[in-house]
């Protein structure tokens, strides 16, 4: 009966104890701030350091690239973020001509553009994926292989219609 009663006991505290982690880590989402939280915070903290510790170092894939802007492209074409989006466009291409199977930008597109530029947005919005991610056959195909100004301006007049139509 005491075996029993331990087991008992034992099995309450181990709920208990992931109740009070989940919990705390809810309550830090929905902006409570207490000692315990912050507790909680540190203790979190403190245990993800160890575990990054004990890992130790892991080699890079070789296979990743990043693409990253310089000093000369935003001299050249003004601050990151302001930039046509037919730049990103041309950049696109480059990178899956260059062999890229994925192609990320970490940056929000909040300012309105110019409708000749909305257009591409929106044909890339339709391409990738909700993370920003597509497969490289769903890319444009590279300005080398036959891709023009006029074949997107016959593009973007093709969608004004399907829109007008909607």
Known sequence: MKLRLSYIAISLIVAFSFGAVHYLKDARNWGQTSNL???FDGLE??????????RGKVGVNPSVVIA?????????????????????AKMTRNLVHAGASVVAYDMVWADES???TRAAANRMVKALNTLGLAPSHL???PASEGDNEEDWEEE??????????E
């Not at 903290?45 to 004990?54: E, G, I």
């Not at 990253?68 to 990103?88: C, F, M, N, P, T």
């Not at 973007?156 to 007008?164: G, K, L, T, V």
């Open 37 to 39: 939280v912050a507790t």
């Open 45 to 54: 903290t403190a245990f993800l350091d160890h575990k990054f510790r004990q």
């Open 68 to 88: 990253a802007v310089d000093e000369k492209a935003i001299r050249d074409l003004g601050v990151w973020g302001s930039w046509e989006r037919s730049v990103y």
């Open 114 to 116: 110019k409708s000749a």
């Open 139 to 141: 890319l444009p195909k």
């Open 156 to 165: 973007e007049e093709e969608e004004e219609e399907e829109e007008e139509e």
